[in-house]
């Protein structure tokens, strides 16, 4: 079983960029998916999360990035995405992608929720 995140770059404050998260090895269709990150110097953080089709297809983003930041899951493409939009140099940090089954709705943004994660993906938004 393998997370592999993609899409990070160099942007610009307000420039977009879309992460996408490949799961192979089996399907993650009943599952929890999510999006944490570690900015530079600090410990990892909740993003965002999207529960599966069959628990309400729920999104929870944590403040900071609502209203920018859209989680979605291609189900058929095994991947899911993260669009990030208006980016601002405080997005500056390694994103991870994880996966995790049985989450209650309080402990979506809980790291120890998740038992698959991906290797990361460095995003450097430039003011």
């Known amino acids: 079983v393998q997370l592999q995140a993609s899409g990070g770059g160099l942007v610009q404050a307000g420039d977009s960029l879309r992460l996408a998260c490949t799961v192979s090895g089996r399907s993650f269709s009943t599952h929890t998916m999510a999006w944490f990150r570690r900015p530079p110097g600090k410990e990892r953080e909740f993003v965002a999360s999207?529960?599966?089709?069959?628990?309400?297809?729920?999104?929870y983003y944590t403040d900071s990035v609502k209203g920018r930041f859209t989680i979605s899951r291609d189900s058929a493409k095994n991947t899911v995405y993260l669009e990030m939009n208006s980016l601002k140099p405080e997005d500056t940090a390694v994103y991870f992608c994880a996966a995790g089954s049985g989450i209650i709705w309080s402990q979506q943004g809980n790291q120890q929720s998740y038992s698959y994660w991906g290797q990361g993906t460095l995003v450097t938004v430039s003011s």
């Open positions: 999207l529960r599966s089709r069959s628990s309400g297809s729920n999104t």
